[in-house]
């Protein structure tokens, strides 16, 4: 438990760091709004924002898909709400939880525009400002994933590193279909509307191992 109080802070500085960059806030409101429990119906409107935005911007450079995306729907989503209903008589973890979800969910569209815009940026110094900003929210992203994992059990921690090694054609664009299974990919049949199908990996073709 000492273990993940450790994460949890970690993670906890990084997201509040971002928040900080973001606002204009004075120090009393960013450290009111950084420390107050975040209750089950805001954390419910929040989540639901964020699913809305997962779904309807897909199709943009900086967007959360793939694997990032399967990660979300298939195993975090899944964790959360397991660590909730088993900790439901425990208000102080179940206060961690709900920072813990709230960071994660803000730190996964902030690391990929971050990261589009250390490519797109066009002085040296704000593309490795943002490069940076893009490599904190990762590791904390890592940090919230692991922490969960760990706590539901070795099975978890098994299917995140299974997930994390596959192919990036492993997933397709929304996260939501179930994995590709090994020696397949999926693949686009049309761009307009976007229709991906989960084919045989062609041998003659170069695989994509981003």
């Given at each position: 438990?000492?273990?993940?109080?450790?994460?949890?802070?970690?993670?906890?500085?990084?997201?509040?760091?971002?928040?900080?960059?973001?606002?204009?806030?004075?120090?009393?409101?960013?450290?009111?709004?950084?420390?107050?429990?975040?209750?089950?119906?805001?954390?419910?409107?929040?989540?639901?924002?964020?699913?809305?935005?997962?779904?309807?911007?897909?199709?943009?450079?900086?967007?959360?898909?793939?694997?990032d995306?399967?990660?979300?729907?298939?195993?975090?989503c899944?964790?959360?709400n397991?660590?909730?209903?088993?900790?439901?008589?425990?208000?102080?973890?179940t206060?961690?939880?709900?920072?813990?979800?709230?960071?994660?969910?803000?730190?996964?569209?902030?690391?990929?525009?971050?990261?589009?815009?250390?490519?797109?940026?066009?002085?040296?110094?704000?593309?490795?400002?943002?490069?940076?900003?893009?490599?904190?929210?990762?590791?904390?992203?890592?940090?919230?994933?692991?922490?969960?994992?760990?706590?539901?059990?070795?099975?978890?921690?098994?299917?995140?590193?299974?997930?994390?090694?596959?192919?990036?054609?492993?997933?397709?664009?929304?996260?939501?279909?179930?994995?590709?299974p090994?020696?397949?990919?999926?693949?686009?049949?049309?761009?307009?509307?976007?229709?991906?199908?989960?084919?045989?990996?062609?041998?003659?073709?170069?695989?994509?191992?981003?």
């Amino acid at each position: 438990m000492e273990y993940l109080f450790l994460i949890f802070a970690s993670v906890a500085v990084t997201a509040w760091w971002f928040r900080r960059r973001a606002t204009r806030e004075t120090v009393s409101e960013r450290d009111t709004a950084d420390t107050s429990p975040l209750s089950e119906q805001g954390l419910v409107r929040l989540q639901a924002d964020f699913e809305r935005r997962l779904a309807a911007d897909s199709d943009l450079p900086d967007s959360i898909r793939g694997r990032d995306a399967y990660i979300y729907w298939n195993l975090m989503c899944k964790w959360f709400n397991s660590l909730i209903a088993t900790h439901r008589y425990d208000d102080e973890y179940t206060k961690k939880l709900r920072r813990d979800w709230r960071d994660y969910i803000e730190l996964l569209p902030r690391a990929k525009t971050a990261r589009f815009l250390a490519l797109e940026s066009g002085g040296e110094a704000k593309a490795s400002t943002y490069g940076q900003e893009a490599e904190l929210a990762s590791r904390s992203i890592e940090l919230i994933q692991n922490a969960f994992a760990t706590t539901i059990g070795a099975d978890a921690m098994e299917e995140l590193r299974d997930v994390r090694s596959r192919d990036v054609g492993a997933f397709d664009r929304t996260g939501q279909r179930p994995m590709a299974p090994m020696g397949h990919h999926y693949f686009p049949i049309t761009l307009s509307p976007y229709i991906e199908e989960c084919r045989p990996i062609r041998s003659d073709l170069p695989r994509d191992e981003t």
